[in-house]
């Protein structure tokens, strides 16, 4: 004969779970996820369609669009400052690379434990802190060849000194290097970072084993920093696709357009006084997007495999 407990468990092991109790824990994250998911799609993924869908209509910003289709990407293909952009944008995307090695370069000088080194750090450090218009303002007269210091330097060899900002051959280098200058201090902290966190052991392990120098680098430092160059290199490679602020500041696309990239372009096209062509900037701007997106896709694929050989 069961007793009332027994009874009474028996009859809660009978009742079915509920809907939300079964699913809790996959619903559970989602919810949490929401509101940011709602603003992404509202102020990111719905601004992206909208461009696209503008790109296709000849428009003032002001009047009656008027669709057009794929007119405007067809005006791309013959547009001689379009590719001079794409251009450019290639030469920021090499020459901003140079960021991460020299920022692990400054890393590796700057991980010491000797006196003063922390006001040494924070004197690298300082670029990253200041205002891309004063950095841009900076070397802009660092460049002017009557008082300059790079036009005192050609002095000093006695050399003719060389207008680098009225220089078709040497306006985009010359801008790339002051783009620089705050994206190898961002480098360095990743960096430096990621040195904190290296294991002693493993290198107290390699010396034993006579590793040094370039071979203690190379197999024992390096693969540790592997988040860091990760996030190093993602970040230089979009900053150089993106960039239009020091171009904006230091030439204003000139000389005669020669140091535009594809978002001062775009900017010139849709905005400035020399378009209000708003279809016609959507489309660069549209370009623009389907390179990042590339990259972007690669990004993510890289951090699918590595959360997966990580589970």
């Not at 003063?116 to 841009?136: D, N, T, W, Y």
């Not at 390699?206 to 430092?221: F, I, S």
Request: aromatic letters at 16%; hydrophobic letters at 55%.
């Amino acid at each position: 004969m069961s007793t009332p407990a027994a009874a009474l468990g028996t009859s809660r092991a009978a009742v079915p779970a509920s809907w939300w109790t079964r699913h809790q824990r996959a619903i559970a994250p989602w919810l949490f996820l929401a509101p940011a998911l709602l603003m992404f799609g509202l102020y990111v993924i719905w601004p992206i369609f909208e461009s696209i869908g503008i790109s296709l209509y000849d428009w003032d910003g002001l009047g009656t669009p008027k669709f057009i289709g794929l007119d405007n990407y067809r005006e791309l293909t013959t547009d001689p400052d379009f590719f001079v952009a794409l251009k450019n944008n290639l030469i920021w995307l090499v020459g901003f690379l140079l960021a991460v090695p020299a920022g692990l370069f400054l890393a590796l000088f700057l991980n010491q434990t000797v006196f003063g080194i922390r006001a040494v750090k924070s004197l690298f450090f300082f670029p990253f802190v200041i205002s891309q218009v004063v950095i841009g303002l900076v070397f802009t007269w660092f460049y002017n060849p009557a008082n300059g210091i790079v036009g005192n330097l050609f002095a000093l060899v006695g050399m003719e000194p060389v207008s680098v900002l009225s220089d078709e051959r040497y306006v985009t280098y010359g801008i790339v290097i002051a783009g620089l200058y705050p994206q190898v201090a961002y480098c360095m902290i990743l960096y430096l970072t990621g040195l904190n966190n290296i294991r002693p052991d493993l290198i107290e392990a390699a010396r034993l084993e006579g590793a040094k120098g370039w071979a203690m680098l190379w197999h024992v430092v390096l693969p540790q920093l592997r988040p860091a160059t990760f996030i190093a290199v993602v970040v230089t490679i979009v900053g150089s696709l993106r960039s239009f602020d020091m171009v904006s500041i230091m030439t204003s696309g000139g000389p005669y357009g020669t140091s535009r990239v594809l978002a001062y372009y775009m900017y010139e096209k849709a905005l400035s006084e020399y378009g209000y062509r708003m279809g016609y900037g959507t489309a660069i701007a549209t370009v623009l997007f389907a390179i990042m997106l590339v990259y972007i896709l690669f990004v993510l694929y890289r951090i699918y495999q590595q959360e997966k050989d990580m589970a």
